[in-house]
């Protein structure tokens, strides 16, 4: 039976279609965030308080979240599978079917998926920019307010997705 612990240590101990480069990136970035924070507490006593702790946590764990599924979705395939099928073009296109506004499906159609791979590589950078800025503590208002608009989209475009359940992307609204 799985269980996350277990699911965390079996992620950090094996590669990514693109190696295990990826995961060593992510583990910097674990290792930098906690040095800035401890560097950070013991430099101004005004972050020494559990709301400024727990501020850096759900940051760290919201970045790591946003990095975790920028993984499968890495240039040049958006996908993690190694035939290159599926990933992002796929969920792609399941926007398109089952946005809950007609204009978001028809933006998605019409002009995303006709012109996939400049709008996947921004798709790429945009959340590894979240990740790194929640992760770090770096321009973490825009890196917030762009998780807010990715996961709006999610919100919006796989709203009527079966076996999808949109209070997910809301909540991840909220957290961002």
Known sequence: MSNPFHDLSQFLQRGTLHGRFPIYVLM??????????VFSLVRDSEQRTGAK???????????AMWYQQMLW?????????????GGLRYWMAEMGKYASFKPHASLVNDLVLPHFNPFAFQVWAG???????????????LGGL??????????????NRPNEWP??????????
């Open 28 to 37: 910097g970035l674990l290792i930098a965030s906690v040095v800035i924070a």
């Open 53 to 63: 702790v727990y501020t850096w946590l759900a940051r760290l764990l919201v970045g």
């Open 73 to 85: 979705k890495m240039p040049p395939t958006f996908t993690d599978n190694p035939d290159g099928s």
């Open 127 to 141: 959340e590894t920019f979240i990740a790194v800025s929640l992760m770090l503590g770096l321009f973490t208002r």
């Open 146 to 159: 762009l998780g807010t608009l990715m996961a709006i989209n999610l919100w919006l475009g796989l709203y």
């Open 167 to 176: 209070w997910t992307y809301f909540f991840l609204i909220l957290l961002n």
